[in-house]
């Protein structure tokens, strides 16, 4: 192996192996990426240092995937001393888009209420600790006619890496920092306000040596504002790992069903609690109203029983989603479907806001086939499922969008998609079909227009992971209806835009936190939005439509990354017995909402908690949602005998 010493006492080395369409050479003392035009697509700056000496070693690891390995260590004569290692790679483009999975999307500026705003903050670059982000040390930038990312391994997790972005006028420089650090502010507390940075200490001692391993990952723009696709596909190939369910699909099935009976049924209202708190460790006690979807899914719930009933012909489960069913059905004004642009006002009882108005329509129009399959006659789930269709129809535009109340909030008005296809289904009615249509073609075209969507998470106002669903399961329906390739090309586009919120990495629990308590393990988990840094089991929803965008593309990373969703989602889910914080034993079935995979919201810890380190810590605020969506896939028999191969951990895993 040749190296070839340069001024700042640094040695580089670059394999001659072929990259496709890019070749690594050395120039200028540095070595430097072009494309097969012979054009600067980037280079590799070197460090430099009063004290530290380092040596690289550069070398193509796949197609447009290229390993870089620099070897830092003190120059003769340095004493030990702490020290401020980076890699740069700066990308010879202006950056038309940018990400750092989890936390920007082209620097949040269509994001108002985000504290990370831009790349900086008053000339500083933000740097972002490994634990913020979804994979270790990511960010991306896009070019006119190139993307690049970089990506790291955390080889000492005792001192960790964080990344940076620096985008200027002519260049956009990827850059890694040794060790951890979050400068110059972080956010502690949710999107309320900046707290003071805060750094780890690396030391070097004469003879010693810090090796650290980045990766490239290069492609030409085919597609703007989606080719951080390749990153995601890159970074999830380099870390992948198997992942066990901690609970067989019969057990998640039976404590789901005891979890909605016994700690979240209310029988004053025949309905389903939103949540369980614990205060002041007096036990846990129902919390947080009623909603037919939305945290709350009641209509999952209820619908989960009358699944249960099918199968087990457990009168006590009819009886229950029957009555949660009719309840909700009572608080729908009774006569047909409003015809007017303010009809879905009409159904107030259920929810003004598009998401969970969907979810309800959702919900009756399931209901309605599950009731004739258990011979009861309830006419009225059909009549209100549809009429919910019938009015969000009134309120759609020539262009595809919803406007009305309730429809205001980002990409929101894309949930109304699934249930009018359930309805057209049902139905074989067109209006619906064309109205699905037309919508999955409206809010596909806002993704890729902006790069990113919000409004599904409803509280906050920022770029989120749970709008995606309705785009992912629109179009994998429309596929599967039509057969038309636009709609598999919207459902990879609305499958990449998810993973980008799953976690490629697992992050070292902290000890004593709660996530170490449960053993937590944040791989193939779900952030929430861009203000909300927190990891939670929403993306379980999304799990059938990964699958069948697996079977359609062939591309056996949709159906790891399905598999990763659901085992990561049923981490810490009390038996009965499950004790955290000092808190009352955990009901049967309950789960918290997140967890903080970062340093972030202290606002919900106990007193005990370090304010300033709230990693590792939990929501105690255990609500009916993750239990629903669960109940919910397990209800369907193909799903669930997918589901059921999945290897459950046993004590050896």
Request: aromatic share 10%; net charge neutral; proline share 6%.
């Given at each position: 192996?040749?190296?070839?010493?340069?001024?700042?006492?640094?040695?580089?080395?670059?394999?001659?192996?072929?990259?496709?369409?890019?070749?690594?050479?050395?120039?200028?003392?540095?070595?430097?990426?072009?494309?097969?035009?012979?054009?600067?697509?980037?280079?590799?700056?070197?460090?430099?240092s009063d004290?530290?000496?380092?040596?690289?070693?550069?070398?193509?690891?796949?197609?447009?995937?290229?390993r870089?390995?620099?070897?830092?260590?003190?120059?003769?004569?340095?004493?030990?001393?702490?020290?401020?290692?980076?890699?740069?790679?700066?990308?010879?483009?202006?950056?038309?888009?940018?990400?750092?999975?989890?936390?920007?999307?082209?620097?949040?500026?269509?994001?108002?209420?985000?504290?990370?705003?831009?790349?900086?903050?008053?000339?500083?670059?933000?740097?972002?600790?490994?634990?913020?982000?979804?994979?270790?040390?990511?960010?991306?930038?896009?070019?006119?006619?190139?993307?690049?990312?970089?990506f790291?391994?955390?080889?000492?997790?005792?001192?960790g890496?964080?990344?940076?972005?620096?985008?200027?006028?002519?260049?956009?420089?990827?850059?890694?920092?040794?060790?951890?650090?979050?400068?110059p502010?972080?956010?502690?507390?949710?999107?309320?306000?900046?707290?003071?940075?805060?750094?780890?200490?690396?030391?070097?001692?004469?003879?010693?040596?810090?090796k650290?391993?980045?990766?490239?990952?290069?492609?030409?723009?085919?597609r703007?504002?989606?080719?951080?696709?390749?990153?995601?596909?890159?970074?999830?190939?380099?870390?992948?790992?198997?992942?066990?369910e901690?609970?067989?699909?019969?057990?998640?099935?039976?404590?789901?069903?005891?979890?909605?009976?016994?700690?979240?049924?209310d029988?004053?209202?025949?309905?389903?609690?939103?949540?369980?708190?614990?205060?002041?460790?007096?036990?846990?006690?129902?919390?947080?109203?009623?909603?037919?979807?939305?945290?709350?899914?009641?209509?999952?719930?209820?619908?989960?029983?009358?699944a249960?009933?099918?199968?087990?012909?457990?009168q006590?489960?009819?009886?229950?989603?029957?009555?949660?069913?009719?309840?909700?059905?009572?608080?729908?004004?009774?006569?047909?479907?409003?015809?007017?642009?303010?009809?879905?006002?009409?159904?107030?009882?259920?929810?003004?806001?598009?998401?969970?108005?969907?979810?309800?329509?959702?919900?009756?129009?399931?209901?309605?086939?599950?009731?004739s399959?258990?011979?009861?006659?309830?006419?009225?789930?059909r009549?209100?499922?549809?009429?919910?269709?019938?009015?969000?129809?009134?309120?759609?535009?020539?262009?595809?969008?919803?406007?009305?109340?309730?429809?205001?909030?980002?990409?929101i008005?894309?949930?109304?998609?699934?249930?009018?296809?359930?309805?057209?289904?049902?139905?074989?009615?067109?209006?619906?079909?064309?109205?699905?249509?037309?919508?999955?073609?409206?809010?596909?075209?806002?993704?890729?227009?902006?790069?990113?969507?919000?409004?599904?998470?409803?509280?906050?106002?920022?770029?989120?992971?749970?709008?995606?669903?309705?785009?992912?399961?629109?179009?994998?329906?429309?596929?599967e209806?039509?057969?038309?390739?636009?709609?598999?090309?919207?459902?990879?586009?609305?499958?990449?835009?998810?993973?980008?919120?799953?976690?490629?990495?697992?992050?070292?629990?902290?000890?004593?936190?709660?996530?170490?308590?449960?053993?937590?393990?944040?791989?193939?988990?779900?952030?929430?939005?861009?203000?909300?840094?927190?990891?939670?089991?929403?993306?379980?929803?999304?799990?059938?439509?990964?699958l069948?965008?697996?079977?359609?593309?062939?591309?056996?990373?949709?159906?790891?990354?399905?598999?990763?969703?659901?085992?990561?989602?049923?981490?810490?889910?009390?038996?009965?017995?499950?004790?955290?914080?000092?808190?009352?034993?955990?009901?049967?079935?309950?789960?918290?909402?997140?967890?903080?995979?970062?340093?972030?919201?202290?606002?919900?810890?106990?007193?005990?908690?370090?304010?300033?380190?709230?990693?590792?810590?939990?929501s105690?605020?255990?609500?009916?949602?993750?239990?629903?969506?669960?109940?919910?896939?397990?209800?369907?028999?193909?799903v669930?005998?997918?589901?059921?191969?999945?290897?459950?951990?046993?004590?050896?895993n």
């Amino acid at each position: 192996m040749a190296f070839v010493t340069l001024v700042s006492s640094a040695s580089i080395h670059a394999a001659n192996q072929p990259l496709q369409g890019y070749q690594v050479i050395h120039r200028d003392h540095r070595f430097v990426v072009l494309d097969d035009r012979d054009a600067l697509v980037g280079e590799f700056l070197p460090f430099s240092s009063d004290a530290v000496q380092s040596e690289d070693v550069v070398e193509p690891a796949g197609t447009n995937l290229v390993r870089w390995q620099r070897t830092f260590s003190l120059k003769p004569g340095q004493p030990k001393q702490s020290v401020r290692l980076t890699m740069d790679f700066q990308a010879a483009h202006q950056s038309r888009f940018a990400v750092i999975p989890g936390i920007s999307w082209n620097g949040n500026l269509r994001d108002p209420g985000n504290v990370y705003h831009g790349f900086d903050y008053e000339g500083t670059p933000w740097s972002f600790a490994s634990h913020r982000t979804l994979i270790p040390g990511a960010t991306y930038s896009e070019g006119e006619h190139h993307t690049v990312a970089l990506f790291a391994d955390v080889t000492d997790p005792k001192a960790g890496l964080s990344c940076s972005l620096i985008a200027t006028a002519s260049n956009t420089v990827h850059r890694l920092v040794f060790p951890e650090e979050e400068l110059p502010k972080r956010v502690l507390r949710r999107e309320i306000k900046l707290s003071p940075g805060r750094t780890n200490i690396l030391e070097l001692a004469p003879g010693e040596k810090f090796k650290a391993t980045a990766w490239l990952v290069l492609h030409p723009v085919d597609r703007p504002k989606i080719g951080y696709r390749y990153l995601l596909d890159a970074a999830w190939s380099h870390f992948y790992k198997p992942t066990f369910e901690r609970h067989s699909a019969g057990e998640l099935w039976t404590m789901g069903l005891r979890f909605a009976r016994e700690s979240l049924w209310d029988e004053s209202t025949n309905m389903f609690h939103l949540a369980l708190r614990c205060k002041s460790n007096r036990g846990w006690s129902k919390a947080g109203g009623f909603s037919i979807g939305w945290c709350g899914r009641n209509g999952d719930l209820a619908n989960a029983m009358l699944a249960d009933y099918l199968q087990t012909k457990n009168q006590a489960s009819l009886e229950m989603g029957l009555a949660c069913l009719d309840a909700w059905a009572a608080r729908v004004e009774a006569g047909p479907a409003t015809t007017n642009s303010a009809g879905l006002a009409r159904f107030q009882g259920i929810a003004s806001d598009a998401n969970t108005l969907s979810d309800g329509a959702t919900a009756f129009l399931r209901a309605a086939q599950l009731t004739s399959q258990c011979g009861v006659t309830r006419p009225a789930y059909r009549q209100i499922g549809l009429g919910i269709c019938d009015a969000a129809l009134t309120l759609q535009k020539s262009d595809g969008r919803f406007e009305g109340k309730g429809c205001e909030r980002g990409a929101i008005g894309a949930s109304f998609i699934p249930p009018l296809l359930d309805a057209y289904q049902l139905t074989n009615d067109h209006r619906y079909f064309e109205a699905a249509k037309s919508a999955l073609r409206f809010y596909i075209g806002m993704l890729r227009q902006d790069g990113c969507i919000w409004g599904g998470a409803l509280d906050t106002r920022s770029i989120d992971k749970e709008t995606i669903l309705p785009f992912l399961a629109g179009s994998i329906r429309l596929y599967e209806l039509t057969k038309d390739p636009e709609f598999l090309t919207a459902a990879e586009d609305a499958g990449y835009y998810l993973a980008a919120w799953q976690f490629a990495q697992t992050i070292p629990n902290v000890p004593g936190s709660l996530m170490d308590a449960v053993g937590y393990d944040t791989f193939g988990g779900t952030s929430v939005a861009t203000v909300h840094m927190c990891a939670d089991p929403n993306g379980v929803s999304d799990i059938p439509y990964l699958l069948a965008l697996a079977k359609h593309t062939g591309c056996e990373i949709w159906s790891q990354r399905a598999a990763a969703l659901w085992c990561n989602a049923s981490q810490g889910i009390s038996t009965g017995s499950l004790t955290l914080q000092g808190q009352p034993p955990r009901p049967c079935g309950s789960q918290d909402e997140t967890v903080n995979y970062t340093d972030w919201n202290y606002s919900m810890l106990p007193p005990e908690i370090d304010r300033e380190h709230p990693r590792g810590s939990g929501s105690s605020w255990l609500t009916a949602w993750p239990t629903a969506m669960r109940l919910t896939l397990l209800a369907y028999p193909n799903v669930r005998k997918q589901i059921e191969t999945w290897p459950v951990r046993s004590q050896d895993n």
